[in-house]
């Protein structure tokens, strides 16, 4: 709330101050509430969080490191695709149709954001295009969930997944096709109440059932 409040108010010494902790403050309540610490998905997740708090810094930083921010979201990206394929062990009962299905469905309305941004992306034509792809296919592993996990589990980490991707198209609309006041609250407010909720639908997995059980 606290980072809302200075994103509201243009307060840029809370924002120093105040956007920096919440990742890690995201980590540590992962870390504290996660039933088991060893596992390999437990780290994976520990290292996205950390990814995404560099790309946090890199993209508050008052020197333009939009490029450092989104690689580092890229790779954040590409690890919760890993937890959540490792969770769900590759999604091998998941229909190749049912996939194909939905990732179109994600990609579609990335595709009309890209066709109105792409006149203004220079040489991040290419970055741009595979981070789209990346995070279309984290929201696409995040539903894939849906038959792999209680309903709880999965609904919490696939509309986290989903104000993720609001998140980053919010970035794309105000920095590539047009400005628009408040548009660092409504970044804010998507990608905290995101990446919180993809974490509290982790907690719930029947993966940490399952892992208590055997040990």
């Given at each position: 709330?606290?980072?809302?409040?200075?994103?509201?108010?243009?307060?840029?010494?809370?924002?120093?101050?105040?956007?920096?902790?919440?990742?890690?403050?995201?980590?540590?309540?992962?870390?504290?509430?996660?039933?088991?610490?060893n596992?390999p998905i437990?780290?994976?997740l520990?290292?996205?969080l950390?990814?995404?708090?560099?790309?946090?810094?890199?993209?508050?930083?008052?020197?333009?490191g939009?490029?450092?921010g989104?690689?580092?979201?890229?790779?954040?990206?590409?690890?919760?695709?890993?937890?959540?394929?490792?969770?769900?062990?590759?999604?091998?009962?998941?229909?190749?149709?049912?996939?194909?299905?939905?990732?179109?469905?994600?990609?579609?309305?990335?595709?009309?954001?890209?066709?109105?941004?792409?006149?203004?992306?220079?040489?991040?034509?290419?970055?741009?295009?595979?981070?789209i792809?990346?995070?279309?296919?984290?929201?696409?592993?995040?539903?894939?969930?849906?038959?792999?996990?209680?309903?709880n589990?999965?609904?919490?980490?696939?509309l986290?997944?989903?104000?993720?991707?609001?998140?980053?198209?919010?970035?794309?609309?105000?920095?590539f096709?047009?400005?628009?006041?408040?548009?660092n609250?409504?970044?804010?407010?998507?990608?905290i109440?995101g990446?919180?909720?993809?974490?509290?639908?982790?907690?719930?997995?029947?993966?940490?059932?399952?892992?208590?059980k055997n040990?």
């Open positions: 709330m606290g980072e809302v409040i200075w994103q509201t108010t243009q307060n840029k010494w809370g924002i120093y101050i105040f956007k920096p902790l919440l990742m890690p403050a995201l980590l540590l309540y992962f870390y504290l509430a996660v039933p088991i610490k596992t437990t780290k994976i520990i290292v996205s950390i990814f995404s708090f560099l790309g946090d810094v890199f993209l508050m930083l008052p020197f333009d939009f490029v450092f989104l690689a580092s979201f890229l790779v954040a990206h590409v690890l919760y695709v890993l937890a959540f394929w490792k969770e769900n062990s590759g999604f091998k009962n998941s229909k190749i149709v049912t996939i194909l299905t939905r990732f179109m469905i994600l990609l579609f309305p990335a595709a009309i954001l890209f066709g109105e941004m792409q006149k203004n992306l220079g040489e991040l034509m290419v970055p741009v295009v595979i981070y792809l990346v995070i279309e296919s984290m929201g696409l592993t995040a539903w894939l969930r849906r038959e792999y996990q209680s309903l589990a999965y609904f919490l980490t696939f986290g997944a989903i104000l993720f991707i609001l998140s980053d198209s919010t970035i794309a609309f105000n920095k096709i047009q400005p628009f006041d408040f548009a609250v409504v970044i804010m407010v998507t990608y109440l990446q919180f909720l993809i974490i509290e639908g982790v907690l719930h997995s029947q993966y940490y059932v399952t892992e208590n040990d």
